[in-house]
Structures are given as structure tokens and as C-alpha cells.
């Protein structure tokens, strides 16, 4: 059991540059989300994908980050023209669904807008 | 509307102590709830989950928690904590109106003395 992979572990980058984070789901997990926690605050929902089909996304999830899913596997979430606001750690989780709603986390992605 | 509500934003035990943490939600039906722990700069990893059924429900490392349905309530207990206990531990609720999303509290960072 490899778990919920996320690379990179640590990203700075200046502001208004574009990040690309990555997630490997647990293998025969079909759903995906993504999850942003500032310190001290606890995780809140970004996006969800049943598969490759985003089902839901949170108004947080602004014009500048997209999120995708090809093939119903790994997952991207990309943040258009960083803002010093989207500094936080970014939390990728996948669940079975359906009777074993229990998501499993990943170690998450420190972002850093410099 | 759902929420979790996490009381205390900090507590601090001595190890070998016995340990509650608080947890009170609000939801129309009964929910999905979890626990989950984060070390510093780690992901979640999932204690416990109440689904339904028996409403004390048993986690990994000795965690046990109370579902109580007339207090709205989901509070975490262990008998006797150590030094490694020492971490932030969230509280979440999933709801069958909510989509697959967690809704988390703002945890409870939880300090050990020798």
C-alpha cells in the first residue's frame, strides 16, 4: 500500500507565477480531492473528482486554479498567477466512496508565494 | 448548513494522563464523523470513523470516541497519553446533502509534559 503520493513537498515561488502540484491516489480509489489548510486553521474543500469528472467545486477555487484528472488517476491542481494569499499547504485525499466514505491524505504540498 | 466546532484551540496534559478532546457538529441528520491527527508539516491520518451502529467507536493508538446524539457531540478520549500523542487533531463531519466533502473543525493542538 503506497498511500496518497504528493510531489513536490515544498514549493516557493514569486508571486504571479504559475505552480503545478501533483497527486497519486491510493490505486482503486475513485474519488479525489483537493483540500487547502492555512496554519493554524483546519482543512477546508477545494474540488472533487468522481473518476476524471469534476462533480464539485468550493468558491474558493477561483478562476486561477484549476484542477484536472485525466484518466480517472493521478490528479493536477494548477495556480495561475500566484498570489501571496494562496501561500498554505495544499492536501490531496482519495475514498473509496459509497459505504467507505473515509478519506486517506497525502502529506500535502507546502506552497510558498514569495 | 454544517459545522464542526472544536472548543479549545490548545490543550496541554501530562503524559500518562488521561485525554478528552472536544467535538460538537451541527448537521440535520446524523453524519459521517472522523478524527484525524497531523504532526507538524504531515498530512492527516485518520483515527477513527463513526458510521452508525455502537456509538463508541475504537481508533488506532488507544483512541476511542463517543458519539452522542442528543449532545451533537463526537468527543475523543484516551486513558493514558505519552509523549508522542503530542500533535494538532482535527474533528470532521461528511453528510449525505454535502456532496463527498469533510467539513473539518479548527483542531485542537494537543501538547504533552514530561
Known amino acids: 500500500d503506497t498511500g496518497v503520493s504528493q510531489n513536490p513537498r515544498h514549493k516557493i515561488t514569486k508571486r504571479g507565477q504559475n505552480v503545478t502540484f501533483r497527486c497519486d491516489p491510493i490505486s482503486e480509489h475513485n474519488r479525489l480531492y483537493w483540500y487547502r489548510q492555512t496554519l493554524g486553521q483546519g482543512p477546508e474543500f477545494l474540488t472533487y473528482?468522481?473518476?476524471?469528472?469534476?462533480?464539485?467545486k468550493s468558491r474558493l477555487l477561483s478562476d486561477r486554479f484549476s484542477a484536472e484528472r485525466p484518466k480517472g488517476s493521478f490528479s493536477t491542481l494548477e495556480i495561475q498567477r500566484t498570489e501571496q494569499g494562496d501561500s498554505a499547504m495544499y492536501l490531496c485525499?482519495?475514498?473509496?466512496?459509497?459505504?467507505?466514505?473515509?478519506?486517506?491524505f497525502g502529506q500535502g504540498t507546502r506552497l510558498t508565494v514569495v | 448548513a454544517q459545522s464542526v466546532t472544536q472548543p479549545d484551540i490548545h490543550i496541554t496534559v501530562s503524559e500518562g494522563a488521561s485525554l478528552e478532546l472536544r467535538c460538537n457538529y451541527s448537521?440535520?441528520?446524523?453524519?459521517?464523523l472522523f478524527w484525524y491527527v497531523q504532526s507538524p508539516g504531515q498530512g492527516l491520518q485518520l483515527l477513527l470513523k463513526y458510521f452508525s451502529g455502537d456509538t463508541l467507536v475504537q481508533g488506532i493508538k488507544g483512541f476511542e470516541a463517543e458519539f452522542k446524539r442528543s449532545q451533537s457531540s463526537f468527543n475523543l478520549r484516551k486513558p493514558s497519553v505519552h509523549w508522542s500523542d503530542a500533535a494538532e487533531y482535527f474533528c470532521?463531519?461528511?453528510?449525505?446533502?454535502?456532496?463527498?466533502?469533510?467539513?473539518f473543525g479548527e483542531g485542537t493542538q494537543l501538547t504533552v509534559n514530561p
Open positions: 485525499a482519495s475514498s473509496l466512496g459509497g459505504i467507505s466514505p473515509e478519506a486517506f
Open positions: 448537521y440535520g441528520a446524523t453524519p459521517y
Open positions: 470532521a463531519l461528511h453528510g449525505e446533502t454535502s456532496g463527498s466533502r469533510l467539513t
Open positions: 473528482f468522481q473518476n476524471e469528472a469534476q462533480l464539485e
